[in-house]
């Protein structure tokens, strides 16, 4: 077929504050889950990638009207982890109970299955200590995309939470 091309986005985790606030949003639960106090004793090491819901907004738009524009573009702001994530918001939020430690993965593989049914031992050990590596070359070079701080996009996302009442507003 000739007719069209097709671009594919392939956000990593989409974080940041959204247009209208969704407490069933997997982001928001995150966020919750590491400010809220749940994982107060320590976050485990998931080496995951993030993204701003800003820059996955504008990728679908320039993907769509910009000529030329085909293939598969990856969009992540950094490789990161979620031990990174808590250490981020803590700078500004060191009031809340965000994680100062990690959990070791040992003791991931222990407690797992019993956390919950996806962290199977076999999660935890290719998911836990493990850097994740994606590679956003292709956004930024097709669709021009300048990816945000993660500061920003956490500490915006997280000011929306506070204002919505996801967590309790410490003064």
């Given at each position: 077929?000739?007719?069209?091309?097709?671009?594919?986005?392939?956000?990593?985790f989409?974080?940041?504050?959204?247009l209208?606030?969704?407490?069933?949003?997997?982001?928001?639960?995150?966020?919750?889950?590491?400010?809220?106090?749940?994982?107060?004793?320590g976050?485990?090491?998931?080496?995951?990638s993030?993204?701003?819901?800003?820059?996955?907004?504008?990728?679908?738009?320039?993907?769509a009207y910009?000529?030329?524009?085909?293939g598969?573009?990856?969009?992540?702001a950094?490789?990161?982890?979620?031990?990174?994530?808590?250490?981020?918001?803590?700078?500004k939020?060191?009031?809340y109970p965000?994680?100062?430690?990690?959990?070791?993965?040992f003791?991931?593989s222990?407690?797992g299955?019993?956390?919950?049914?996806?962290?199977?031992?076999?999660?935890?050990?290719?998911?836990?200590?493990?850097?994740?590596?994606?590679?956003?070359?292709?956004?930024?070079?097709?669709?021009?995309?300048?990816?945000?701080?993660?500061e920003?996009?956490?500490?915006?996302?997280?000011?929306?939470?506070?204002?919505?009442?996801?967590?309790?507003?410490?003064?």
């Amino acid at each position: 077929q000739n007719q069209w091309t097709m671009a594919v986005i392939n956000p990593s985790f989409v974080m940041g504050p959204g247009l209208k606030y969704h407490a069933s949003s997997e982001s928001v639960k995150f966020i919750i889950s590491v400010c809220g106090g749940e994982l107060s004793t320590g976050v485990p090491k998931f080496g995951m990638s993030f993204v701003d819901v800003r820059e996955v907004a504008r990728a679908h738009i320039v993907a769509a009207y910009k000529e030329g524009v085909t293939g598969r573009h990856i969009l992540a702001a950094k490789n990161s982890n979620a031990f990174e994530a808590a250490t981020i918001l803590r700078k500004k939020y060191s009031r809340y109970p965000i994680p100062t430690r990690t959990v070791p993965k040992f003791l991931m593989s222990l407690l797992g299955p019993y956390l919950s049914a996806i962290t199977t031992r076999r999660y935890v050990a290719n998911n836990v200590d493990v850097d994740v590596n994606l590679d956003n070359t292709k956004s930024k070079e097709s669709l021009g995309i300048q990816y945000r701080s993660l500061e920003d996009t956490f500490n915006e996302m997280f000011e929306q939470i506070l204002d919505y009442g996801g967590v309790e507003r410490k003064n």
